[in-house]
DNA sequence: TCGACTTTCTCCACTGAGAGGACAAAGGGG
DNA sequence: CCCCTTTGTCCTCTCAGTGGAGAAAGTCGA
């Protein structure tokens, strides 16, 4: 079937869309209050709008002691696909022009395999979710991937984790096969949009989202706008030195903060201590599955084992240094931690904070919540609704 | 006199000020050429600027083949002061409304004498420059203060090394003695602006602007504008840790970069090689002048001291580590090195390049050059000049 | 020296965005 | 049942902005 062919005109009517995208539905006269406009114009811009299908007007909405109103809202079968894919799993997901999450997949993925592989997995499970209703199509896909990307273009570039994918047409090669428009980014800036819009980060124009999984990365903010940098490769934090002479890191530096912290060597971390017999209750866990993870270490420091809380306390401290820096510089109003080891919760919370407080400039970290992510897994897909939304949502 | 009092009335007109600022004077033609308008009401704008006095018409063009074109420029007499304040001398400045330096003056001066001090003496470098016949009066002012400052209102916060400064409303009372508007920002973030506008930074979108003087800040510029922070202290640098258990620092801890290199540290560290017998050469200049400071170490290496060029080499590692991780982090297009170290000129620069080249990622350190900045002790008050003509060449 | 051509600038009529007021529609409350 | 409030519609007026015609002022070649 076809899809949402038409964009906003002129920058009002982008400007209703994306009232009616973050505020949900409202009548005229609610929106008049928040536009700028006047009756005339308001109601001639969301007449066009009408026309084009966009928005549907439905019902009249409660009276306030005068003539009842009419409802407008989004078109309510408009439907966005977000897509976040990890280096060890792939989230997808449908929302609806209000970007609420209607449906949500997760499975297990290895991004090593390649753009094809990993795409025909990702059409799949749009397919699933189309199949069981939730959508007859997609007027849009954001997608996220774990490296640096070329934004304009939504293409990757020089990705570590991921080779294979560098220069790959994502963008072009999907808005093919799904039939819609696509936009790519960075999984770790579509997390920071991801808790701008519904989470933590509502209403706040500055901000970090450090987000910590098999790597770790950081979502910058600025002025309520993404920070991409010129390569596209801002926020990669995970190559800052954060131990001099430190442990060898796969960029073939030493001390590099995601060699010292990070899902993947949290697990060597706990390998070596279970190995070593340092840790009885990680050694019991190495034998149940044959291999340990962030998770077991998360459980095992949830269960009190001292050896795994320590493990935590340590990559905490060392994230909170490297953050404490990023602080001083960047100033933010908030920082956000997110990702797969949020798992370890408050551990991690108070050793990152800890760090923090203790060597950022006083002016800096005055007012500063340093917070978990809202959204966990959902921040991510959420975020890649809302980028392209933001796309489509604006004048063509 | 009266000077200046009209503003630009719209978002045209702004434009049309700007391009004549940056652009230096122009035919209507050829503005027309730049701002994509219709001749008419090209012709609408400028004539309604001419109204107000702000641009002036002067003589014909030389032909290039037909009708001969009326030149236009803005108006000759406008007259704004550029005023940058550093921790142990002050820069005053006067420029055309092209922000051409028509005169400039740097006067010693201790900023912990407090606001009333120095700004006494502020006026009193303005009242010289104005009697040398430079300026009538002046219509705007920039004023750039070594510390933080709340920007909008123009106060200074918390500033570390400038105690009595806190909270003292710099803008109102300038403004106030000065009888015209003026702007306050911090000196960085000014250098950063006069490099963006006349120096090596024309043109860059994203870049950063390392000021090493008796202190160490950075200035953010995302695309094209000027990243200030939620509490305007982003840019803090000086106090990250650049050496773990390092030097003890003013701030109370250990390692902060400015207590292993700054013009203060740097004086520190030679006064110490010097009485230690470590080098001949700064030992000669202490017994000559009674004191060293960053000028003596700069020499003592173009002399050829070992234990300088030492100096210069260890202090640029560190800051050059430093700089790495903020080149992770923020993917800029271009680093400036500037502030009044720059004396120490190539040694300094390969420092910073080796450590920066070595420990960033390749995708953001491929096209990257790391450079001095162009413009020296005029480009925090070109800087100045800038931010308030932004100002004044904006809708009121 | 005289057209032919180019460039720059001005004038004028036309379009469309947007404001603001009058008014109609639809409710609540005394 | 009348008066007031709220919401939505309609109509007119203003002004920003476009585009074309043409005037003004030059260069260049014959």
Redesign the pocket.
Known sequence: MRRMTARPA???QARLLKLLRDGGPN??????DQV????????????RLLETGLIVADG??A??????????RLAPNLRFLGVDIGATSVDVAVTNAELEVLGHLNQPMDVREGPVAVFEQVLSMAAKLRASGLAEGFDGAGIGVPGPVRFPEGVPVAPPIMPGWDGFPVREALSQELGCPVMVDNDVNLMAMGEQHAGVARSVGDFLCVKIGTGIGCGIVAGGEVHRGVTGSAGDIGHIQAVPDGRPCACGNRGCLEAHFSGAALARDALEAAQQGRSVELATRLEATGTLTAVDVAAAAAAGDATSLDLIREGGNRTGEVIASLVSFFNPGLVVIGGGVTGLGHTLLAAIRTQVYRQSLPLATGNLPIVLGELGPTAGVIGAARLISDHLFSPA
């Open positions: 002129n920058a009002h009548s005229r006269a609610q929106l008049g700028d406009l006047s009756r005339s114009k308001l109601a001639v811009e969301v007449d009249l909405a009276s306030r002691g005068g003539r009842r109103s009419h409802n407008i």
